[in-house]
């Protein structure tokens, strides 16, 4: 079993859309987890970071965490076409930090 | 502030040849990250320094190495380069590890080309 899972996609929606990304992980020792985003032929740039269950928000971002389930999400209110990008997950402890394969978004103005 | 940078944007080499990438971090960040991101791999990590010592290495074999210099800054060193070793080299910085859970930063990084 790996140990973070990302569905790559692609996902494709509509300007306006709520896009929901998502990504579960093996590793109960993991303790805290970020989102990235990554343009093409740039580095990955953070948007999100959290260590317990439960949502943060960031404007358009929330991040969601689950550690009962493994399983944590990403939701992007009023999607932009400027949101098209890889969104990367990344979970991990003190000593690791495991990323996901990332999910391509493309929105559709 | 400056973010962390990574030199040269690009590099083309031929098989068996050395390549050298550098990074510098952010200003106040001690631990330096490398990561190999090929086409349809994901990010892979090799090597994480922090305070001029080798932390941790991910799965790649000796002919990756690197170091860390008192500035902080990083070099990967890739030696015996070989067709696969073609990727995007990321290098990422955070905070000291007594910090623990500080996220990483990475730079734009080096799109290496073997030929």
């Known amino acids: 079993q790996k140990e973070v899972e990302q569905d790559p996609g692609p996902l494709s929606v509509p300007e306006g859309a709520i896009v929901s990304l998502n990504c579960t992980y093996s590793n109960s020792a993991f303790q805290y987890f970020m989102w990235y985003r990554q343009y093409s032929r740039k580095g990955p740039e953070l948007l999100m970071y959290?260590?317990?269950?439960g949502n943060k928000e960031d404007g358009r971002f929330t991040a969601q965490v689950d550690k009962s389930s493994k399983y944590i999400s990403l939701f992007i209110r009023d999607s932009q076409p400027s949101d098209s990008a890889t969104y990367l997950c990344?979970?991990?402890?003190?000593?690791?930090?495991?990323f996901g394969k990332g999910t391509k978004l493309t929105v559709n103005p | 502030e400056a973010g962390v940078t990574q030199s040269p944007t690009h590099l083309i080499k031929t098989r068996g040849q050395q390549a050298t990438l550098r990074c510098s971090p952010i200003s106040g960040h001690t631990s330096v990250y490398w990561y190999q991101q090929a086409l349809g791999l994901g990010l892979q990590f090799l090597l994480w320094y922090d305070e001029g010592e080798e932390r941790n290495r991910g799965n790649f074999p000796p002919r990756f190495s690197g170091r860390q210099f008192p500035n902080y800054s990083s070099e990967l060193n890739v030696n015996a380069l070989e067709l696969e070793d073609s990727a995007l080299y990321l290098c990422a910085s955070s905070f000291n590890r007594e910090y623990s859970n500080q996220p990483q930063h990475f730079g734009d990084g080096t799109r290496l080309s073997i030929l």
């Open positions: 959290t260590y317990s269950s």
């Open positions: 990344a979970i991990g402890g003190s000593e690791k930090l495991v």
